[in-house]
């Protein structure tokens, strides 16, 4: 039973292009979350959404951008990918009601 | 000085041994805390979350909340090899937005 779904497992993507990263979820939740994961550094939230069309900023926005015009589906946008967003890319979402968030498999970038 | 911190490892420990994994916080506002689990190529799942002070327990696995010294714990008792994964710390940094120790790498050895 996949509750987020993230629509690829691995890309690789040459420096410059402009990438996207899908993210679904059907649960019905209001958040959804981008994270990357990076050795040594853990998770570091990119952006977030509370609610369709709304986003925020989190600790490492540059270089990103989101979309969310329905509340289940969340993409992430590099908009020209350099070879230092290679990473781990997660996307998480949780309800209004606890902090429990529920994560995708994650996307490995590899940008070259 | 970061919100949380947490030890990498990698700790490597036989099977059927007690594990200790720990992450200490900065703001002593914190009162929800979380563990999550990762296993290879697979996203974080919850595991135990715990709310203020004090001992949780869930089956093998027990939480435990040091708001005095800014600690919090996992252990994990009788640990099998499937419980080989990385285990995060994770605490709330705003309305629904969490913030995430760099994770432990823990192997469990038959």
């Known amino acids: 039973d996949v509750k987020v779904t993230q629509s690829s497992r691995y890309l690789v993507k040459r420096t410059g292009e402009k990438v996207f990263l899908e993210c679904v979820q059907d649960m019905d939740h209001e958040n959804m979350f981008w994270y990357r994961q990076d050795p040594g550094l853990g998770l570091r939230l990119i952006y977030f959404s509370y609610d369709v069309k709304m986003k925020e900023k989190g600790d490492i926005p540059e270089g990103y951008s989101v979309s969310r015009e329905k509340k289940e589906r969340f993409s992430l946008i590099l908009e020209s990918a350099s070879t230092n967003q290679t990473s781990m890319y997660l996307c998480?979402?949780?309800?209004?009601?606890?902090?429990?968030?529920?994560f995708g498999s994650g996307t490995r970038l590899t940008v070259v | 000085q970061k919100e949380v911190e947490q030890d990498p490892g990698p700790l490597s420990v036989p099977e059927g041994a007690i594990v200790s994994l720990n992450c200490t916080y900065s703001n002593s506002a914190f009162q929800y805390f979380m563990w999550y689990r990762q296993y290879s190529r697979k996203g974080p799942e919850l595991l135990m979350y715990t709310y203020s002070s004090g001992n949780k327990e869930d089956g093998r696995f027990t939480a435990q909340v040091d708001k005095s010294s800014k600690y919090i714990s996992l252990f994990i008792r009788d640990s099998q090899p499937s419980d080989s994964a990385t285990y995060l710390c994770s605490l709330p940094q705003g309305a629904q937005k969490l913030v995430f120790g760099q994770g432990t790498r823990l192997t469990i050895n038959p």
């Open positions: 998480a979402s949780s309800s209004g009601d606890n902090y429990g968030y529920t």
